[in-house]
């Protein structure tokens, strides 16, 4: 049977703004996920979209901080272009671990890296929340091994080695995307994500080992029937008044 013009015209309106919206999902997400998670996000588009803007949601997700011991001392170091070259080597291999881990990478910051499990598409159900949880710590722990694969190739070739620093939080975050029609960013905002870099940059004076992993308790209780993890104390982050008990992971179950 035909469609009338004004049945085509129709069509034509819903496939130009299914254009849109997957344009702004792109532009949103494209770089950040894996293709799986890509396509999930795309089937729950309508939960996630209103007037070309991510809707603003209230969630819980686990939120991990990366970041390069003594970085600003090998900057210092090294000719521009090596530096540039050396640091994007090891954004690759990270960007992969957590894209490997169904983690969403949220942004780069010089030598620092924040992933967030669990977003965009709400969690609903504990055991999803505890999985997101599970796949963070299990991404920092292979982040710190492939840190040490790299090591291995830097002294071979005479550059650089270092060390890294994970903090990880799970708990409320608000998410939505921020900017302009020009630059639209996706990002979560609250406690749970200032907690995670707090874990993050803890102590830097900690002559830690080759990756030290710091999670909070509610991470903890999610995963601690999975990794070995040890309580370190009941501290004071910098910018809490409340004491925040934390653990370090271990890098392998040895």
């Given at each position: 049977?035909?469609?009338g013009g004004?049945?085509?015209?129709?069509?034509?309106?819903?496939?130009?703004?299914?254009?849109?919206?997957?344009?702004?999902?792109?532009?949103?997400?494209g770089r950040?996920?894996?293709?799986?998670?890509?396509?999930a996000i795309?089937?729950?588009?309508?939960?996630?979209?209103?007037?070309?803007?991510?809707?603003?949601?209230?969630?819980?997700?686990?939120?991990?901080?990366?970041?390069?011991?003594?970085?600003?001392?090998?900057?210092?170091?090294?000719?521009?272009?090596?530096?540039?070259?050396?640091?994007?080597?090891?954004?690759?291999?990270?960007?992969?671990?957590?894209?490997?881990?169904?983690?969403?990478?949220?942004?780069?910051?010089?030598?620092?890296?924040?992933?967030?499990?669990?977003?965009?598409?709400?969690?609903?159900?504990?055991?999803?929340?505890?999985?997101?949880?599970?796949?963070?710590?299990?991404?920092?722990?292979?982040?710190?091994?492939?840190?040490?694969?790299?090591?291995?190739?830097?002294?071979?070739?005479?550059?650089?080695?270092?060390?890294?620093?994970?903090?990880?939080?799970?708990?409320?975050?608000?998410?939505?995307?921020?900017?302009?029609?020009?630059?639209?960013?996706?990002?979560?905002?609250?406690?749970?994500?200032?907690?995670?870099?707090?874990?993050?940059?803890?102590?830097?004076?900690?002559?830690?080992?080759?990756?030290?992993?710091?999670?909070?308790?509610?991470?903890?209780?999610?995963?601690?029937?999975?990794?070995?993890?040890?309580?370190?104390?009941?501290?004071?982050?910098?910018?809490?008044?409340?004491?925040?008990?934390?653990?370090?992971?271990?890098?392998?179950?040895?």
């Amino acid at each position: 049977m035909a469609l009338g013009g004004g049945a085509i015209a129709i069509l034509g309106y819903i496939a130009k703004l299914e254009q849109e919206d997957r344009q702004i999902m792109m532009t949103l997400f494209g770089r950040h996920v894996t293709p799986k998670i890509a396509e999930a996000i795309w089937l729950s588009r309508h939960q996630l979209l209103k007037k070309g803007q991510l809707i603003g949601q209230q969630m819980t997700a686990t939120v991990l901080f990366s970041d390069l011991k003594g970085f600003t001392t090998i900057a210092t170091r090294l000719p521009p272009a090596e530096l540039m070259s050396w640091l994007n080597e090891y954004m690759q291999v990270m960007a992969q671990t957590v894209l490997e881990h169904d983690g969403v990478i949220d942004k780069f910051i010089g030598d620092a890296v924040m992933a967030l499990f669990g977003v965009p598409i709400p969690r609903t159900k504990p055991e999803e929340i505890a999985a997101d949880a599970i796949a963070a710590v299990a991404c920092a722990r292979a982040m710190g091994n492939n840190l040490r694969s790299l090591n291995e190739q830097w002294q071979k070739t005479g550059r650089p080695t270092v060390a890294m620093r994970v903090g990880i939080a799970t708990g409320i975050v608000v998410t939505g995307s921020l900017g302009s029609a020009q630059r639209l960013d996706y990002t979560v905002i609250g406690d749970t994500v200032n907690v995670a870099a707090r874990l993050e940059s803890y102590d830097k004076s900690w002559d830690a080992e080759l990756c030290r992993i710091l999670i909070g308790e509610e991470t903890y209780q999610l995963v601690q029937n999975h990794f070995i993890a040890r309580y370190i104390g009941n501290v004071y982050l910098k910018g809490r008044e409340q004491p925040t008990k934390i653990y370090q992971v271990d890098l392998t179950d040895e």
